[in-house]
């Protein structure tokens, strides 16, 4: 069953002002849906970030696939190190490219939605099979203003102190059910942050809560954040740069530190596990190279007794059924996963299969992903990419546009 | 596609009286065939040890399967998990059971099987497909007697010196190309032992060669062998029991050591990795738990910067078949493979896929694992079993029979 040709699609979608440690949600998020069609007539989906530089190598990728066998990984990974923009973009974190597993993965996913679509088998059975039948996400919390500047105020109204981040979290649990709450941080003094947590605790008992500051923190202020926190954080989640800051946090912090920043290839493994700097992992199959690897990261993460749980950025509904898939087939997944889902207004998939009831999706049991493209909202997403200008994900400008002395440069406090 | 039965057959083959540290093989070697048959007429194979614990925990857990779905992997899991059997069997290693492992894997290759033959795939491809077309192995040499007590002498004649050592090499390497060999040691002196392998170096240039002497070494005899052989031996083997052992040769020898015995589940890996004590993973799908854990088991070699091979012991065509999937589809294989294939009279497979050339063999393309059995053979193997006696393997007492003193106990030197 080979590939005949690829379609790249890059969609813009409305998204709020959310905040974080460097700034500022753009008006829009970009994301990069992808269909593989084979010579069957099955086509298969993808979704990935929508930067130009993922774009370009992703269309060089897509140039290459005609004639692949849609069960050939191995010889997608082939195709990905002959395809000249995997090198391309480099990582803030370590300079190094994360280009081929992002490339990589984007079209694992659309090949397994392929295979799963030809074999009349949902996704999770490619992946050895459901040990969960229905995936816990949690609940994503942000402050954020009530409009982009001169745009219309959203429905969820600004959130800048601790009572509108639990009326936030309030609306979101009882909308989507779920049954853990994470809070962005990094955007007021750690004091007020820590103040918002407790508020959490104390409006929701019994609650999973953690707090992701993004490295906006030193080492000493994490440190106290961890005592101002102790007993009442499930973990905390990049409180510093680095693997050998996180470790000193680690060292004296009595919860889990979490992380999808210092870890996020495998090379950062070792380290990370000689200095026992990460008790869990936030796994992402974006990054990580696709679904497959991000069940062999999660071996490891047992084998070495880390715990899993998995990163979300804005994402549409193709990525939602991924990461419910592998999650699902994912024995070692020991935290709900995180989703920026509930922010999101529009999408490219047909409504209906990925719903949240009591906090959690039902795993698709629908071949392949169990998702349909909603090809007039395609069309539409792709004109607004077209229309708004931004080729890049970029919170430090935005928030630059209304804090001029604002440098986004890290860590803050 | 669901289980409607499972069968399972315990056979015995010939095999020659190969020495080892421990004492001699015995004249038959044990296996079982798995037979899971669907209602779709499907019937996926498996081979694992035949050992009695095992064929009962297999029995058991069969009894399980009828209606299990053959791509539900982890509903397999779970009933192993129910086997009351699955602990019955304690690995000598550390007293902890691998019989999980052991019953999940023979299962999981059947299941494979099954899975491809129904979708008309290989197994290579439901393991993400192949990155080789042949799997290469190695030549695997063992020191011998002509005949076992009281028995015929076979067509390999003894081998107790380095002379036929090498004779044993050259015969098995025109035979089947290998491009590698292996000599199970700890059976004559080391030196002696060192000897043949210089002896093979001569006859061999260029070949690799490593030496095995399952632990028949004590730390300062592991080193001395590691300076005699240093700049010979692409690896030096289990030259000496435990973790701690291994890494104190590991910090002398100039060679990576390899192991199939100090490191035989996940729980091993964090202390083998913090002390630095093995260079190379020998892995089996077998005690691995499979072929798909395999693969996650190269990934985590390969982060860790451990190398990748594969263990052996005495099996049939099914066992190879799956072995070289596994292998084909696993990138980081760093090493040819270890087979006791060349030894083997008999088999319950019909001839023709298995075929070594230039010392491979070529990834099967035929649906599921690419081998069919050969009715009469397995009927003929499983009525040896019956008359055998054998029930265990046991190399200990056939060498006390010989010789009274006999401990098998190590190290010996």
Same mark, same amino acid.
């Given at each position: 069953?080979?590939?005949?040709?690829v379609v790249?699609?890059?969609?813009?979608?409305?998204?709020?002002?959310?905040?974080?440690?460097?700034?500022?949600?753009?008006?829009?998020?970009?994301?990069?849906v992808i269909e593989v069609n084979?010579?069957?007539?099955?086509t298969?989906l993808?979704?990935?970030?929508?930067?130009?530089?993922?774009?370009?190598?992703?269309?060089?990728?897509?140039?290459?696939?005609?004639?692949?066998?849609?069960?050939?990984?191995?010889?997608?990974?082939?195709?990905?190190?002959?395809?000249?923009?995997?090198?391309?973009?480099?990582?803030?974190?370590?300079?190094?490219?994360?280009?081929?597993?992002?490339?990589?993965?984007?079209?694992?996913?659309?090949?397994?939605?392929?295979?799963?679509?030809?074999?009349?088998?949902?996704?999770?059975?490619?992946?050895?099979?459901?040990?969960?039948?229905?995936?816990?996400?949690?609940?994503?919390?942000?402050?954020?203003?009530?409009?982009?500047?001169?745009?219309?105020?959203?429905?969820?109204?600004?959130?800048?102190?601790?009572?509108?981040?639990?009326?936030?979290?309030?609306?979101?649990?009882?909308?989507?059910? $779920?049954?853990?709450?994470?809070?962005?941080?990094?955007?007021?003094?750690?004091?007020?942050?820590?103040?918002?947590?407790?508020?959490?605790?104390?409006? $929701?008992?019994?609650?999973?809560?953690?707090?992701?500051?993004?490295?906006?923190?030193?080492?000493?202020?994490?440190?106290?954040?961890?005592?101002?926190?102790?007993?009442?954080?499930?973990?905390?989640?990049?409180?510093?740069?680095?693997?050998?800051?996180?470790?000193?946090?680690?060292?004296?912090?009595?919860?889990?530190?979490?992380?999808?920043?210092?870890?996020?290839?495998?090379?950062?493994?070792?380290?990370?596990?000689?200095?026992?700097?990460?008790?869990?992992?936030?796994?992402?199959?974006? $990054?990580?190279?696709?679904?497959?690897?991000?069940?062999?990261?999660?071996?490891?993460?047992?084998?070495?007794?880390?715990?899993?749980?998995?990163?979300?950025?804005?994402?549409?509904?193709?990525?939602?059924?991924?990461?419910?898939?592998?999650?699902?087939?994912?024995?070692?997944?020991?935290?709900?996963?995180?989703?920026?889902?509930?922010?999101?207004?529009?999408?490219?998939?047909?409504?209906?299969?990925?719903?949240?009831?009591?906090?959690?999706?039902?795993?698709?049991?629908?071949?392949?992903?169990?998702?349909?493209?909603?090809?007039?909202?395609?069309?539409?997403?792709?004109?607004?990419?077209?229309?708004?200008?931004?080729?890049?994900?970029?919170?430090?400008?935005?928030?630059?546009?209304?804090?001029?002395?604002?440098?986004?440069?890290?860590?803050?406090?």
């Amino acid at each position: 069953m080979r590939v005949t040709d690829v379609v790249i699609t890059p969609v813009a979608f409305r998204d709020p002002p959310l905040l974080n440690a460097v700034g500022v949600h753009q008006p829009y998020a970009l994301r990069t849906v992808i269909e593989v069609n084979t010579a069957d007539g099955v086509t298969g989906l993808g979704e990935t970030y929508g930067d130009a530089p993922v774009v370009a190598g992703l269309r060089d990728l897509a140039a290459r696939m005609p004639g692949l066998d849609v069960f050939d990984l191995a010889g997608l990974r082939r195709l990905v190190r002959q395809t000249s923009a995997a090198g391309s973009a480099r990582s803030p974190l370590d300079g190094r490219s994360r280009a081929a597993q992002v490339l990589y993965s984007a079209f694992e996913v659309a090949l397994l939605d392929a295979q799963g679509k030809a074999l009349g088998r949902p996704v999770v059975d490619l992946l050895g099979g459901r040990f969960r039948d229905e995936v816990p996400y949690s609940a994503y919390l942000f402050y954020k203003w009530a409009a982009h500047p001169g745009g219309p105020e959203d429905d969820w109204g600004p959130a800048l102190d601790a009572e509108s981040i639990v009326a936030q979290a309030k609306r979101m649990v009882a909308e989507y059910g $779920f049954t853990a709450i994470k809070l962005k941080a990094g955007v007021l003094a750690p004091r007020q942050e820590c103040e918002a947590i407790h508020a959490l605790a104390d409006a $929701f008992p019994g609650l999973p809560l953690r707090i992701d500051p993004n490295t906006a923190w030193s080492v000493p202020t994490s440190i106290e954040v961890s005592r101002r926190l102790a007993g009442v954080l499930e973990y905390l989640e990049d409180p510093t740069p680095g693997i050998a800051g996180m470790a000193a946090v680690a060292a004296q912090a009595e919860m889990p530190l979490a992380t999808n920043m210092c870890v996020v290839a495998r090379e950062h493994l070792p380290p990370a596990v000689a200095q026992r700097a990460v008790g869990v992992l936030l796994s992402d199959h974006h $990054f990580w190279g696709g679904l497959r690897h991000t069940q062999q990261l999660g071996e490891l993460c047992d084998t070495f007794g880390i715990g899993l749980s998995m990163h979300s950025n804005s994402h549409l509904g193709i990525s939602l059924a991924a990461m419910t898939h592998v999650a699902a087939a994912t024995e070692h997944l020991t935290y709900a996963c995180d989703t920026h889902f509930p922010w999101k207004t529009e999408d490219v998939v047909e409504p209906g299969p990925l719903r949240f009831e009591d906090g959690s999706v039902r795993v698709p049991s629908a071949p392949g992903l169990g998702v349909t493209i909603d090809r007039d909202a395609l069309a539409r997403l792709h004109e607004q990419w077209r229309h708004s200008g931004i080729r890049t994900r970029d919170d430090v400008t935005p928030m630059r546009a209304v804090h001029p002395e604002w440098t986004g440069s890290l860590p803050r406090f």
